[in-house]
């Protein structure tokens, strides 16, 4: 049985993995795919320094900048907030809500008289029935 030729690029990248034994452990580790390592190794090519860089910590590095990176982004949003703008995005929302619910409860109210008389709701929030 002939064996099936390879495109070009799968040939590379296998020479590639050759040449960076390291990435198989991380393959074995369950820490990446194979098609996870080729799609980085197609787009970012064989002189990114991710592969220079491989360690057995190279998962935690990568989320915790993620998280920094994130907190920064975060940090940097509420520093330009106008506190006006806010409050008026706030009440804009809130008023959406209010329309919402005014919506669903006339749709709870035609459902039926009992329903209806209950929308408003009980005066107090937690009412008991007894059986």
């Not at 296998?14 to 040449?19: D, G, N, S, Y």
């Not at 900048?65 to 982004?73: F, H, Q």
Request: net charge negative; charged share 25%; aromatic share 8%.
């Amino acid at each position: 049985m002939a064996k099936k030729k390879l495109h070009p690029s799968v040939e590379k990248f296998k020479e590639f993995v050759k040449a960076h034994p390291e990435l198989v452990q991380e393959v074995r580790k369950g820490n990446t795919t194979w098609q996870e390592m080729y799609e980085d190794w197609y787009l970012l090519g064989e002189d990114d320094p991710k592969w220079t860089n491989k360690s057995n910590n190279d998962k935690d590095e990568k989320s915790e900048e993620k998280k920094t990176d994130w907190i920064g982004t975060i940090m940097g949003a509420v520093k330009n907030m106008d506190p006006e703008q806010v409050q008026g995005q706030i009440h804009n929302i809130s008023q959406a809500l209010g329309a919402i619910q005014g919506v669903l409860s006339q749709f709870q109210g035609s459902k039926g008289g009992q329903q209806a008389s209950n929308s408003s709701g009980p005066a107090h929030p937690f009412s008991f029935r007894q059986d």
